[in-house]
């Protein structure tokens, strides 16, 4: 068996479910108890321990089933064929459009920011000054006499 890919993260589509149905025919071919054929019996391991083929069988369905759901999904998101090349124009104008109301909403915002943090060093740095105006007050003050 070359290519064991349990549960991949991989996209779904017509690669993973070939990957999906060859890791399937490969466990099985290899966990699969021997069968006689025409009264010829082939000789079982006896050290092996019993392969859990049930588990696989149903981790295998659930699998392919869920990848199929995927590709259906998929193929239902594409435009229809009522979509002619006008409507796809229109509709990418009109995205296009969406995307530059939202990146001028975004330098506003950033202008916003960077005025905002401007405003907040420049208070920190008064207060940094009266922190050591205050400090330098105190060190150059006299003692009083006890």
Known sequence: MERINFLSNTPCGPHTLADQFCNAIGVLQQCAPPASFNNIQTTINKDQPPNPTEEYAQLFAALIARTAKDI????????????????????????????????????????RGDMLLEKIQSALADIAQSQLKTRSCILTQPLPES
């Open 72 to 111: 259906d999904v998929l193929i239902d998101s594409l435009p229809s064929e009522e979509s002619t090349a006008a409507l796809q124009a229109a509709s990418l104008y009109q995205l296009e459009e969406e995307n530059h109301a939202a990146a001028a909403r975004l330098e506003e915002v950033v202008y």
